[in-house]
């Protein structure tokens, strides 16, 4: 089974609007780390926003929010007053710990696109 | 600017050839992960160095090694490349220890095209 579902291959939003990209995670630990990174095409992983698990309100950084529902494991990032340069990849990541080490799980990503 | 580079940027390599990609993470960070990422795919776990020693790896052969220095830089090694190896690598580096969560710092990636 997956671990990170991102349904939402591609987004269309105009200028100044808000948009909500899903995830959807799979873990059985009760500790765990929810990530958003953009990706331009540069390449370059750029965080944005971090929830943990235990974490009671959503996490917020500027314009971007992180829709903790726990109970659904969902992670949902919502972009306010979308700007053309948010046009990108975006990823949902967990973090988990095994055995002693952490590691970043990503799902496929949303392509956003921002229009005039 | 996340404080961390990597090089090459680009490079093509012929199958069955050897690479050596590199990271140089910032002062105090001394865990540093790599990831692969396919076209059109989200990043892969590689493995993790955690003070110059491996303390994890995903599930990718023994072809790919890495080595990790004091100085915070690191190397991934690739052995014998395959076509499949054709991927943006990626390095992270996290001041926290590996069995902490917390955001990763990347690079901007090595770009390895293998024909």
């Known amino acids: 089974a997956q671990k990170i579902t991102q349904t939402q291959p591609g987004m269309f939003v105009q200028e100044k609007e808000a948009v909500t990209l899903d995830c959807t995670y799979d873990?059985?630990?009760?500790?765990?780390?929810l990530f958003w990174y953009k990706q331009p095409s540069s390449g370059e992983m750029i965080f944005l926003i971090y929830?943990?698990?235990?974490?009671?309100q959503n996490a917020t950084e500027g314009r971007y929010s992180l829709n903790f529902q726990k109970a659904r494991k969902s992670a949902n990032l919502v972009i306010s007053a979308s700007q053309l340069g948010d046009s990108a990849m975006y990823f949902c990541?967990?973090?988990?710990?095994?055995?002693?080490?952490?590691?970043?799980?990503f799902g496929k990503g949303t392509m956003l696109l921002v229009s005039p | 600017e996340t404080g961390v580079t990597q090089s090459p940027t680009h490079l093509i390599k012929t199958r069955g050839q050897q690479v050596t990609l590199r990271c140089s993470s910032q002062?105090?960070?001394?865990?540093v992960s790599w990831y692969q990422q396919a076209l059109g795919q989200g990043p892969q776990f590689i493995f993790q160095y955690y003070r110059e020693e491996e303390n994890g790896r995903g599930n990718f052969p023994p072809r790919f090694s890495g080595l990790q220095f004091p100085n915070y830089s690191s190397e991934l090694n690739v052995n014998a490349l395959e076509l499949d190896d054709s991927a943006l690598y990626l390095c992270?580096?996290?001041?926290?220890?590996?069995?902490?969560?917390?955001?990763?710092?990347f690079g901007e990636g090595s770009r390895l095209t293998v024909l």
């Open positions: 873990t059985s630990d009760p500790s765990y780390g």
């Open positions: 990541a967990m973090r988990e710990v095994n055995s002693g080490y952490s590691t970043l799980t």
């Open positions: 929830q943990g698990s235990y974490d009671q």
């Open positions: 992270a580096s996290s001041p926290r220890t590996p069995g902490e969560t917390g955001e990763l710092f």
């Open positions: 002062s105090g960070h001394n865990t």
